[in-house]
């Protein structure tokens, strides 16, 4: 079942909170070229987010304004752990409160889905996206490293 689309007016005028859709795939893969943190990150491919998709449909949430996505944010479950990925704004929109509304409504749905402990992807060289996790509560957990074996 898909979540609800949701508007909020602000300075840029209306922007519509909602699940993505199959069609936007493109759109998405686009957007994450220009206004993602993509250093020493996979490529992401059309197959993977319409894996994603087709998985769990309301994990990928987008902020969409004047018919084009300016933020995005995936509330993923595993079936054991809850992960937040991919929060991007799109960078002539930010500082007007979209990211806060992405992840507002990522932490609802995670809490809804049962959610006591989240956790979030933040590149070590990401000086911004620090920031903006740190200023919602988030904090590196010193006694865990990420380990990776690419395939």
Do not use: K
Request: proline letters at 5%; glycine letters at 8%.
């Amino acid at each position: 079942m898909a979540s609800p689309s949701l508007r909020q007016n602000g300075r840029m005028g209306t922007v519509e909170y909602r699940s993505a859709e199959p069609a936007e795939v493109p759109a998405l893969l686009e957007f994450w070229a220009e206004a993602g943190e993509n250093d020493s990150r996979p490529a992401d491919s059309e197959d993977a987010v319409e894996a994603l998709l087709l998985r769990d449909p309301d994990a990928l949430i987008v902020a969409v304004a004047d018919g084009r996505i300016v933020g995005t944010v995936i509330a993923g479950f595993d079936g054991w752990r809850y992960h937040l990925y991919r929060l991007a704004v799109d960078p002539d929109s930010r500082r007007r409160g979209i990211g806060s509304a992405l992840l507002d409504r990522a932490e609802s749905r995670l809490r809804d889905l049962g959610a006591t402990r989240i956790d979030a992807m933040v590149l070590d060289a990401n000086a911004r996206g620090q920031a903006i996790w740190r200023s919602r509560g988030y904090g590196p957990q010193p006694e865990w490293s990420r380990w990776v074996r690419h395939l």
